[in-house]
């Protein structure tokens, strides 16, 4: 074996390592990301739980102008509701996703045992249908997230303000 052919096949293993590397670690980043999403929606359902509650148990019995309290506290709702919001779009998005692939494969099963393209092409109608959903839902998902971290951070800068006023 020539020696350009051994640094050739030296490099292949190398670049073989360091794939597999590179995939297990995007991979991991994927599990992490998916983490964080999952996280995040809690996150924000018990901030503004406890956010609200906190809100409440500190103007029980107080007088005066309360007003930016209650303000906090419906930002604290506001926060709650566009995250169920968002949880419930999600849910809606991700079972479009689940209905487009189990219907492709029911075609794509179809169409290798028949031998034409009569479910591949029931799909493709459907799917584009669902894909379109799909974007819609998931543009509305990542808007209430963002809109439920605004009011999240609205509610806290409120009752801030309101309690070093006090």
């Not at 350009?4 to 590179?22: F, G, Q």
């Not at 974007?135 to 800068?157: C, E, H, Q, W, Y």
Request: some cysteine; overall charge positive; proline content about 0%.
């Amino acid at each position: 074996m020539s020696k350009r052919k051994k640094k050739e096949e030296a490099y292949k293993r190398k670049m073989e390592i360091y794939l597999r590397h590179l995939e297990k670690h995007v991979d991991k980043s994927k599990e992490r990301y998916e983490y964080a999403v999952k996280q995040f929606d809690t996150l924000m359902i018990t901030l503004s739980t406890v956010g609200l509650g906190f809100v409440s148990a500190y103007i029980k019995g107080m007088e005066g102008n309360l007003s930016l309290a209650y303000i906090a506290q419906i930002g604290f709702l506001a926060c709650f509701f566009s995250n169920l919001f968002s949880h419930l779009s999600s849910m809606r998005c991700n079972k479009n996703a689940m209905m487009n692939a189990k219907e492709e494969f029911e075609a794509e099963s179809y169409d290798s045992f028949n031998g034409d393209n009569e479910g591949k092409i029931k799909y493709e109608i459907t799917q584009e249908l669902r894909n379109k959903e799909i974007k819609l839902f998931g543009t509305i998902v990542r808007v209430l997230n963002i809109l439920s971290f605004v009011f999240l951070s609205f509610a806290v800068v409120c009752f801030i303000v309101f309690a070093y006023n006090r």
